[in-house]
């Protein structure tokens, strides 16, 4: 990735501030933050989290599978190109912002028909679950809130299998094409463009559109029909896959390709936490040195959870958090979201949703899987007491969007019956420092993701970034 933190664009302003201040800031450690509350000075408290991570043997995050350029200049055209929505007016990059490291920094996004980009995006389809920062994706475990895509072993031991949603035919001439390493992220890739909401539009709007919903295959022939007529595109397929011939692409090929653009060009790691377990005692500030030291502490709890290399253990849990939105159809007013049950079937797994990464989540807020917390301090916050946080949130200090403030749905009661056994109790640990420490998960290259978008796409549509 070519990138460099490109302040004086406005595009970048709004993320761009406070985490180049923080990151400024950690160039500092010696500005005045060098003493911690019980006086230990800034050697003292390196010298204790390299302790810590020794001992919990802290590793920085590996890098992606090398991938040939060709694979990856298609899966780039691919991802900015809004030819495979149905109304061609959306791509990945709309919910997925290289201004916004990945994101779209709303509460929820806003899918076809929508005009504007991020916060300002107005009258698209209202899409259920939060965008999830797609940056290092390349963990390859579990995709999406819910993990309906996942690459693991059987539970009854075995060789990772891959495991898509009920009723998703992707069947082995599509997954026979993936590369090994990237099934999840390419599994995942072609599931957005059949999506009604997100992608592919309504009856009546496009031959996407017109196709009956659950049949996947006649979508995807539909969407690779689109993108073969453009010999431009059919060059690229070519120079991706060397002998492929043209009536043998398939969605399998594009989903790979999308993969491909996303574990090697997504991958933002160089953070200073990152620049500290490499070795550089000076990457941290003594606040976020002590924020690290509560957060691998086991009084927070946080490493129960958010553990590893990504800061997922890429399970499941319930930690309490509000439900607004349109949902996912459960519950009386349908409204609810009942996360992993949906693709388990078991009550246990009621309002579990997958423990998001936290590399660089300073960037891409909101929180939570229907973005009910704005900001990072607030949703650090509701760890310290998950019941109280639950009872107390207030819709209105979160969510701007007229049309979101009155779908809170009723419902703690029946999340607090099954919350995290380990979020059951109340927490001590600073959030200031915390948080701190969070915000130095954040990488200097997701700062300006400008450098990862293509000056055209072989369509010729208008690029969202
Ligand atoms: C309308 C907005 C929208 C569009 C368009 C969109 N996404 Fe997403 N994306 C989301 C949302 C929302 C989720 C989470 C959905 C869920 O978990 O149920 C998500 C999840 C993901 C994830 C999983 C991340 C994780 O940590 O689990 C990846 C990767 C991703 N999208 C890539 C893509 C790609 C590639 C495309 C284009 C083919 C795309 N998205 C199009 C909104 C969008
Ligand atoms: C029991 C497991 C568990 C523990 C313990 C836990 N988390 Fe989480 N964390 C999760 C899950 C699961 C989510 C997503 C939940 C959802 O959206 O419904 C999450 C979400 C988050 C988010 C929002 C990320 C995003 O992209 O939206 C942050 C920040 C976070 N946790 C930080 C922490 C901190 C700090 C601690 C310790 C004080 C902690 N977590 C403890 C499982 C856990």
Redesign the pocket.
């Known amino acids: 990735m070519n990138l460099s933190i490109q302040s004086e664009s406005p595009r970048y302003a709004t993320t761009g501030i406070l985490v180049l201040a923080s990151f400024l800031g950690s160039c500092s450690s010696g500005g005045g933050d060098d003493q911690g509350p019980g006086g230990e000075d800034l050697e003292q408290l390196v010298s204790q989290l390299r302790g810590v991570i020794t001992a919990q043997s802290i590793q920085p995050v590996p890098d992606a599978p090398s991938l040939s350029a060709d694979l990856v200049e298609l899966g780039r055209a691919l991802y900015f190109d809004k030819e495979i929505s149905g109304n061609r007016d959306v791509s990945c990059a709309t919910c997925h912002l290289a201004s916004r490291a990945g994101s779209d920094a709303r509460t929820l996004p806003s899918g076809v028909g929508g005009s504007g980009l991020g916060p300002d995006r107005l009258a698209g389809a209202m899409v259920p679950r ?1 965008s ?2 797609n940056l290092n994706s390349f963990h390859g475990q579990a995709m999406f ?1 819910d993990g309906r895509v996942e690459f693991r072993p059987p539970p009854g031991g075995g060789p990772p299998e891959l495991m898509t949603p009920a009723g998703v035919a992707m069947d082995a001439t599509i997954t026979g094409v993936f590369t090994p390493g990237l099934e999840t992220l390419a599994a995942q890739a072609i599931l957005p463009p059949t999506s009604r909401a997100e992608m592919r539009g309504e009856i009546g709007e496009s031959e996407l559109g017109d196709i009956v919903d659950g049949n996947f295959t006649e979508i995807w022939d539909a969407i690779v029909a689109r993108l073969v007529s453009f010999p431009a595109y059919v060059g690229m397929f070519q120079d991706a896959y060397p002998g492929l011939l043209v009536g043998d692409i398939h969605i399998g090929h594009v989903g790979n390709a999308l993969a491909a653009f996303e574990a090697s060009e997504l991958q933002c790691t160089d953070s200073p936490f990152q620049a500290f377990l490499e070795g550089d005692d000076l990457a941290l500030t003594a606040t976020e040195i002590r924020g690290a030291l509560e ?1 691998f502490s086991p009084a ?3 490493t ?3 553990s590893g290399p990504f800061f997922s253990d890429f399970n ?2 319930n ?1 309490g ?1 509000p439900q607004l939105g349109p949902g996912k159809g459960n519950g009386l007013g349908s409204n609810d979201d009942f ?1 992993r049950e949906n693709v388990t079937g078991l009550a246990q797994d009621r309002y579990k ?4 990464s ?1 590399l660089n ?1 300073a960037l ?1 807020g909101p ?3 229907a973005g009910q917390y704005s900001t ?1 301090s607030s ?2 916050a509701h ?1 310290r007491n998950v019941a109280t946080a639950l009872d107390d949130y207030n819709i209105m200090d979160h969510v701007t969007n007229p049309d979101l403030i009155a779908t809170q749905v009723a419902n703690q009661t029946e999340v607090l019956a099954n919350l ?1 056994p ?2 059951a109790n109340p ?1 001590q ?1 600073s959030v200031t420092d ?1 948080t701190a420490f ?1 915000e130095s998960l954040s990488a200097t290259d997701a700062l300006d993701l400008s450098g990862i978008v293509p000056p055209s796409v072989p369509s010729g549509h208008t690029i969202d970034l």
């Open positions: 939060h999830p920062v809130w957060f927070s709890r946080c129960v959870c958010h499941f849990h930690i958090l996360g949703f997958r423990t998001p936290l989540v891409t929180y939570g899987h990072l949703i650090v760890y995290a380990s979020l927490l640990f915390v969070l």
